[in-house]
């Protein structure tokens, strides 16, 4: 039985979330839905990470198996075609060992999260960014940032129906930029406790904002408490940008 590998961009904002629900609209079921319209064969795909209601992708990552020995490329327009018109796009379609896995052979994770920093209202980015009208300052967001980076226990930025058997995690990267009005947040782990990076985000925007000093998320971190932490930052920002294997 073939099993492929889809690299998957999707417009979070119509969705419940990426798993399936039973009444509610979601990115898996989407998927699942336009794949037994192509070949009539009932999956359930699996990807790299289950992205909140909100949260958009541009490389997530899905597998699944089909009887058919299908060529990829067949697999990834019918796909698509039958995806029509919900913002859910099949980038890449490619024919993978059996197994490979796109939730257990990830070896890292790579999110962004864009703030708009500006006055006036969102037209083009609405539901694609958060607007923060208060002047951040970025320079004191990327200080408070470094105290993250490294392995800690997370429990502070962890949301309260985490499944994780741990809250310990490793965070590779995590930086600030600003570019014109844009600040953008991006992070890189194997994996991220539930709601970790909108719970980073949050309290770093507390930081921007003058009301909180670096030293005060590395101070929330060590609490190792959730009512610690700042505002969860709405989903609209976050984007799933890409899984490595």
Not at 44 to 53: E, H, K, L, V, Y
Not at 213 to 240: I, K, S
């Amino acid at each position: 039985m073939p099993r492929y590998k889809l690299t998957i961009e999707y417009d979070g904002t119509p969705f419940a979330g990426w798993q399936v629900q039973d009444n509610a609209p979601t990115v898996q079921g989407a998927l699942n839905a336009a794949v037994a319209a192509f070949c009539g064969e009932t999956v359930a795909i699996q990807g790299a990470g289950r992205t909140d209601a909100g949260v958009h992708a541009l490389g997530q990552v899905a597998h699944l198996d089909l009887a058919r020995d299908w060529d990829a490329d067949t697999v990834r327009d019918a796909v698509n075609f039958h995806l029509r018109p919900q913002p859910v796009a099949v980038i890449t379609a490619e024919l993978v060992a059996a197994d490979f896995n796109a939730r257990f052979s990830a070896v890292k994770r790579h999110y962004r999260y864009r703030i708009v920093n500006r006055r006036a209202d969102l037209a083009l980015d609405l539901n694609r960014v958060w607007r923060v009208p208060r002047r951040l300052d970025e320079a004191a967001m990327r200080a408070a940032a470094r105290h993250l980076v490294g392995k800690h226990d997370f429990t502070t930025f962890r949301a309260s129906e985490c499944q994780a058997k741990s809250p310990v995690k490793t965070l590779d990267a995590l930086d600030v930029a600003r570019t014109g009005d844009e600040v953008t947040v991006t992070t890189s782990a194997r994996s991220f406790l539930h709601n970790q990076v909108r719970s980073m985000v949050g309290s770093l925007v507390l930081v921007g904002d003058g009301k909180w000093a670096p030293e005060d998320l590395a101070a929330a971190l060590e609490a190792r408490d959730r009512t610690a932490c700042g505002p969860v930052a709405p989903p609209d920002g976050l984007y799933l940008v890409k899984v490595d294997y």
